[in-house]
């Protein structure tokens, strides 16, 4: 959050002071560049401890296990594709494109986040911490009595290797930041995720499904050490509910024009997302598709990033 807007990746190049940008010397390891080239990447040789490699190479070679001889891609028996969850939740269904940059290139256009969400979150994540389940406005009465915890105790969440069932040869492994866990009194889990929006309901079920849906696969396969607490007799918990609670900025209200006090109102929306690990598995099986595409994705038609990387290529800049 907060960082300047910025291209991270190969790509990048310092541009010296009150100069043209340089002129790129193309790269000769053309085994491992072909791909940049028929995307109209830029090439910077990249020089470190004396050694002179193009560095979409080295990307290529580190992400998707390319030999420094071969450049081919990897056999899916080795195919191994990290997740995050707020990714599946967002950028896969907004811009495949995009994912696709990040996840085999590392290359991503960080915008600064609004720091309002994040005051929001942390005020909700106060609020709710210790609170029974059931007294959040909008729970579904089926759903099992519990505590809230928001600590940061249990705010990372990392998985082992899962595999993915219709693609039989990847796996996926999953890591991220929790926003609240349940610990329901009959020892299942709940995954609870804070949203401010305007959404409808059905949008932001279609919209964080897949999200929610990772840090239950997460919990239930989780790599992080020292985490007695997702085990009960020798097995992991199960979690058995998710959901998001929906907070929807309605008013501003302020006492009194020499007040600096300010009340920010709105209201609150349970949003019940049902387990389906097949229609979340399909999901991920999209993700790795992505990743493993040798070709880089069409843009998201809404995409602001990729508008803004077509329009310098139309200047020439």
């Given at each position: 959050?907060?960082?300047?807007?910025?291209?991270?990746?190969?790509?990048?190049?310092?541009?010296?002071?009150?100069?043209?940008?340089?002129?790129p010397r193309?790269?000769?390891?053309?085994?491992?560049?072909?791909?940049?080239?028929?995307?109209?990447?830029?090439?910077?040789?990249f020089?470190?401890?004396?050694?002179?490699?193009?560095?979409?190479?080295?990307?290529?070679?580190?992400?998707?296990?390319c030999?420094?001889?071969?450049?081919?891609?990897?056999?899916?028996?080795?195919?191994?594709?990290?997740?995050?969850?707020?990714?599946?939740?967002?950028?896969?269904?907004?811009?495949?494109?995009?994912y696709?940059?990040?996840?085999?290139?590392?290359?991503?256009?960080?915008?600064?986040?609004?720091?309002?969400?994040?005051?929001?979150?942390?005020?909700?994540?106060?609020?709710?911490?210790?609170?029974?389940?059931?007294?959040?406005?909008?729970v579904?009465?089926?759903?099992?009595?519990?505590?809230?915890?928001?600590?940061?105790a249990?705010?990372?969440?990392?998985?082992?290797?899962?595999?993915?069932?219709?693609?039989?040869?990847?796996?996926?492994?999953?890591?991220?930041?929790?926003?609240?866990?349940?610990?329901?009194?009959?020892?299942?889990?709940?995954?609870?995720?804070?949203?401010?929006?305007?959404?409808?309901?059905?949008?932001?079920?279609?919209?964080?499904?897949?999200q929610?849906h990772?840090?239950?696969?997460?919990?239930?396969?989780?790599?992080?050490?020292?985490?007695?607490?997702?085990?009960?007799?020798?097995?992991?918990?199960?979690?058995?509910?998710?959901?998001?609670?929906?907070?929807?900025?309605?008013?501003?209200?302020?006492?009194?024009?020499?007040?600096?006090?300010?009340?920010?109102g709105?209201?609150?929306d349970?949003?019940?997302?049902?387990?389906?690990?097949?229609?979340?598995?399909?999901?991920?099986?999209?993700?790795?598709?992505?990743?493993?595409?040798?070709?880089?994705?069409e843009?998201?038609?809404?995409?602001?990033?990729?508008?803004?990387?077509?329009?310098?290529?139309?200047?020439?800049?």
């Amino acid at each position: 959050m907060g960082d300047a807007v910025g291209f991270v990746g190969p790509t990048v190049v310092n541009r010296p002071s009150g100069r043209r940008w340089q002129t790129p010397r193309r790269c000769h390891d053309t085994a491992l560049c072909s791909w940049a080239l028929q995307h109209r990447q830029r090439h910077f040789l990249f020089a470190a401890k004396g050694r002179t490699r193009c560095a979409s190479a080295r990307q290529r070679t580190a992400l998707v296990g390319c030999s420094a001889s071969g450049g081919s891609a990897p056999a899916a028996a080795d195919l191994k594709v990290q997740l995050t969850p707020s990714d599946l939740g967002y950028m896969l269904k907004s811009c495949k494109r995009c994912y696709w940059l990040k996840n085999r290139h590392k290359i991503v256009l960080r915008t600064a986040f609004p720091e309002v969400f994040s005051k929001i979150d942390a005020a909700m994540k106060k609020e709710y911490h210790n609170q029974p389940i059931q007294e959040v406005a909008g729970v579904p009465s089926h759903w099992p009595s519990g505590v809230i915890d928001c600590s940061d105790a249990v705010e990372l969440v990392a998985s082992t290797e899962i595999e993915v069932p219709s693609r039989s040869r990847a796996s996926v492994t999953i890591s991220g930041k929790l926003d609240a866990l349940v610990r329901f009194d009959n020892g299942d889990l709940g995954v609870i995720d804070f949203k401010t929006s305007g959404h409808d309901v059905e949008k932001m079920r279609d919209m964080y499904a897949a999200q929610l849906h990772s840090y239950a696969m997460a919990l239930e396969n989780s790599a992080v050490a020292g985490r007695d607490d997702l085990v009960l007799d020798g097995r992991p918990r199960r979690v058995s509910h998710i959901g998001l609670v929906v907070f929807r900025p309605s008013s501003f209200r302020s006492p009194s024009a020499t007040d600096v006090a300010a009340d920010l109102g709105g209201s609150v929306d349970f949003v019940e997302i049902p387990r389906d690990d097949a229609a979340f598995f399909e999901v991920v099986a999209e993700a790795v598709d992505v990743v493993q595409s040798e070709a880089a994705p069409e843009p998201g038609r809404w995409c602001g990033a990729c508008r803004f990387v077509e329009a310098r290529r139309l200047i020439n800049l």
